[in-house]
């Protein structure tokens, strides 16, 4: 796998002002450059390493970097893997292989523990990324903020009892254990065991009830994002000017990462598993079951709602809907006065998600081919 840093870089600052969603393409959507070259070669690492590749190969402009600088990189890249550097011509080639996951995460955490410049939110601004600092004492502070207290916890068995359940696979980190029933890679059932505070508790039960019935690649994916969604309010909201980066849910649910990815690579070393991950949410049956001529009179229905309460009329034309139901292109009235037409549409997607179905994507017929809406497959239903 090849990467030109300059090219990735430049993609990823004309992706944060033009794209709604869905920064970073294929292995790089865990990636937050950073002005510090080593922070951000170490985040794509990062980002690469969790979708599996285990050799790459980095072109980098020499003037990112000072002596010392370069003498850094060799001595923190060999450390989670086999690390060589050359020259061509005003680059430098990073060639890595075997890497370990591992280190890589433990040396992220040492630099994101002592560098004031570690950064873990960053916002879209119309024409410039904004980057907020937060520390580890930080980090706590926004674990209060998603505990709510009093919460009934329902997925919580004493030591004794975890023992003597027959768990198909247990993940284990320090004094935390969860075990999970696996059936045609679903989670059927999911406990937990933990001798942690109470708000760790909190968050490892609402994680256990987030994760059933869901396939276990996209627990250990996607689970603590779901997670942090599905606890996040308005204390938090206030909080975070932006995005919280993978990196930054990582830290914050630390032990949930811990625990559901050693239960993945068990079952990862025992089956033969997919690449990729395929699952989405299943449509509505609601939706699904409605002929295509009554979906076209829902959403037409649904713009002129929506028009109206947003102050937008006369904006928005209804085009065509995918066979998938799924994917619905709009277009513009020629007379359209709103300014920012990208929001518009993402707004309306939000409210028919909400309204009709959580699978509905809406694109903008100008922008099919550019794809600056979003750049994504099309949906494939996992087969479980």
Known sequence: MYLD?????????????????????????????EENIIISLLNLCFSISENDVKSFVIEINKNKFTDSSIEELKKTFNKFSNFSISINRDKFRLSLEKINKNNLETIL???????????????????????????????????????????????????????????????????????????NKIIKDCKFFSEENKIEIFFLDKFCELIKDLPLFEAYEHGTIKLEYSIRNNNIRNSVPGIITALANKKIFLICNAVIREVWLKYKKRHKTEIKNLYDLPLSLQWSNLSEGDKINKIKDSIKEFEK?????????????????????????????????????????KFMRKTVDKRIEIFNKEMVDVNILRIKNSPIKESI
């Open 5 to 33: 840093y300059e090219k990735i870089l430049k993609d990823y600052n004309y992706d944060l002002v033009n794209k709604l969603r869905g920064l970073g393409n294929k292995n790089l959507q865990h990636w937050v450059p």
């Open 109 to 183: 955490n040492g630099f994101f523990k002592n560098k004031k410049n570690t950064i873990f939110f960053e916002k879209k601004d119309k024409f410039e990324s904004k980057k907020t600092v937060i520390s580890n004492e930080r980090i706590n502070i926004l674990k209060n903020k998603y505990y709510v207290n009093n919460s009934l916890i329902v997925n919580k068995l004493s030591k004794k009892e975890f023992e003597e359940n027959n768990f198909d696979y247990v993940g284990e980190f320090k004094n935390n254990k969860i075990g999970v029933y696996i059936k």
């Open 309 to 349: 309460i947003s102050s937008s009329e006369n904006s928005l034309i209804f085009e065509s809907m995918n066979k998938d139901n799924i994917r619905i292109t709009l277009s513009f009235e020629k007379k359209c006065k709103v300014q920012n037409k990208a929001t518009l549409l993402l707004s309306f997607e």
